[in-house]
């Protein structure tokens, strides 16, 4: 019922660009949140940027200058500019949905991840 569907990820050389881009099917649901995060072999799914419905983002200082976040809360989609691209952005990326359940309750909804691989 809940879906994440993600495209754009692949293979770029170092300072080029890509732009992710999610957009999330289900029931009737009020948006919280939506952003990218990224995981590297071995460790935690980290944060990338986020974006409220209000326009409010949230970036990693890893994003900030070169990475831009939009979304659309009508048509319940998200993407993830990025530029100036580094070996070190090599990542998967997943996308994120945090929706609210009722009056104070959150919930939480991941893509199925994209490959994002900066190398020359």
């Known amino acids: 019922q809940m879906q994440l569907e993600e495209s754009g990820g692949g293979l770029v050389q170092p300072g080029g660009s890509l732009t992710l881009s999610c957009a999330a099917t289900?029931?009737?649901?009020?948006?919280?949140?939506m952003g990218w995060y990224r995981q590297f072999p071995g460790k935690q799914r980290e944060l990338v940027a986020t974006i409220t419905p209000n326009g409010l983002t949230n970036y990693a200082d890893s994003a900030k200058g070169r990475f831009t976040i939009s979304g659309d809360s009508a048509k319940k989609t998200v993407h993830l500019q990025m530029n100036s691209l580094k070996p070190e952005d090599t990542a998967v990326y997943y996308c994120n949905l945090n929706i609210f359940l009722g009056a104070t309750g959150h919930q939480d909804y991941w893509g199925q991840g994209t490959q994002v691989t900066v190398s020359s």
């Open positions: 289900g029931t009737l649901f009020r948006v919280s949140a």
